[in-house]
């Protein structure tokens, strides 16, 4: 597998709004390429080259951060000497830093589509992706003066999905303006940049995505600009076929096992009048990345010799179809760039881990907070961006910020990343 093919953004079209034709920069990200008096410029400047020393930082809502961080720490996909895809025994990350940022003020972001309020979105990726360069952070809520110290990224992925479309591409033009030697992955081209690169014919790419995901646009948003392009390459092998392509986004309830849960996927897909054949499925969920193995196990077992219903899935199933999660696909990516940058630590140690989350600002008055001291829903989801008022501070990882069913949730889809974070031996 080539680098250059898996960070490809290839591919579009029906799962959702399409984007405007020209992009404009947030405020936010103009202030900080051009605004010399700003703090998001200085955080730029201040950047350089944090060379091979600089933390894998990821941002985004609880459980997938939790889970992305978990995978960085157990990795184990690649021979860490001729980068073949083989596990050697050695951690794929060994002696890096993995420095997840929950994003606990401010996810989930469904509820800023419900409001219509997109852009607010945008301003929290900015921010996120700013504090994650910067090599300090508030050190409580109270904190102003950004007393912490902390490590700088070289390599940002963000974990959830709404990010890699609201916010991805202002981080991009900031990236490219600032001429930053910094990476940026995000979930959506991650995934579908793996199954693009595997597909020999006319067929289509599935999404298995809560309606909210669905309804947010932000797959067809990402991909439906990339179609044209590819139609019109010569040396494209797909070219031929490349507008023919659609991704196809849909949310069936999964089944009392992986062999119904298949099952209800593709029933879902001829029930919407598909025939085309499915290359493969990404499920945009990160907390069920573990049940990709043994749904895969499954669709060989509906595909078997002898099975009746092979007969009814059949045409609508490609040569070598797969489901993928964003998980193993950002893992991937994140080794293969590093790799290609030459940013490996080289360090023989197991992957360390230093955590930071978002917390809601001292400035906030206590009419605009709920009973467990997060932002109420109204005033979340409805801030105006640009505003004066900080109502959210980037921090350390703090127990005592989360309620024990957050804890033993990350107990439970992070066990590493909570041993090494939260547990006290």
Request: charged share 20%; aromatic share 10%.
């Amino acid at each position: 597998m080539k680098f250059a093919a898996l960070l490809m953004l290839l591919l579009a079209v029906s799962c959702g709004r399409k984007p405007a034709a020209d992009f404009v920069p947030s405020t936010l990200a103009e202030t900080a390429v051009s605004d010399t008096s700003s703090t998001a410029y200085k955080t730029l400047c201040g950047y350089g080259d944090v060379g091979n020393a600089g933390a894998i930082a990821i941002f985004g809502g609880f459980e997938e951060t939790a889970v992305m961080s978990e995978k960085l720490l157990t990795a184990d996909m690649f021979d860490n000497i001729d980068a073949k895809t083989s596990p050697d025994g050695l951690p794929d990350f060994a002696g890096e830093t993995v420095m997840p940022v929950f994003d606990a003020a401010n996810a989930p972001y469904s509820g800023y589509f419900d409001s219509v309020n997109e852009d607010y979105i945008r301003e929290i990726a900015v921010k996120g992706f700013l504090s994650m360069l910067s090599d300090r952070c508030s050190s409580s809520a109270f904190d102003r003066g950004l007393s912490a110290v902390k490590p700088r990224a070289k390599l940002v992925i963000l974990s959830s999905s709404e990010l890699s479309d609201y916010g991805y591409e202002d981080i991009e033009y900031i990236v490219s303006e600032a001429g930053l030697g910094v990476g940026v992955l995000n979930p959506v081209m991650s995934s579908v940049s793996h199954l693009y690169q595997e597909l020999a014919g006319v067929s289509n790419i599935g999404v298995w995505a809560s309606s909210d995901i669905v309804a947010s646009g932000v797959y067809g948003s990402v991909f439906s600009a990339v179609r044209k392009d590819i139609a019109g390459r010569k040396d494209s092998p797909s070219a031929a076929w490349a507008d023919s392509v659609e991704m196809v986004c849909l949310s069936p309830e999964p089944g009392d096992s992986p062999y119904a849960s298949v099952k209800k996927f593709l029933d879902s897909y001829l029930d919407a009048e598909y025939s085309i054949p499915l290359a493969g499925v990404i499920v945009d969920d990160f907390v069920r990345a573990s049940e990709v193995d043994s749904l895969n196990i499954a669709v060989d077992s509906l595909m078997a010799p002898g099975n009746p219903e092979s007969e009814k899935y059949g045409s609508i199933i490609a040569p070598g179809f797969r489901f993928v999660s964003p998980v193993e696909t950002l893992a991937s990516d994140s080794y293969l760039w590093l790799r290609h940058n030459d940013r490996f630590t080289h360090l023989v140690s197991r992957p360390g881990i230093t955590g930071y989350m978002t917390a809601v600002s001292s400035d906030v008055q206590k009419q605009f907070m709920d009973a467990g001291g997060w932002l109420a829903g109204d005033y979340k989801y409805n801030r105006a961006p640009g505003s004066e008022i900080e109502t959210f501070r980037f921090i350390p990882m703090s127990q005592s910020c989360f309620d024990d069913e957050s804890m033993e949730r990350m107990r439970i889809l992070a066990p590493e990343t909570y041993k090494k974070l939260v547990y006290v031996y």
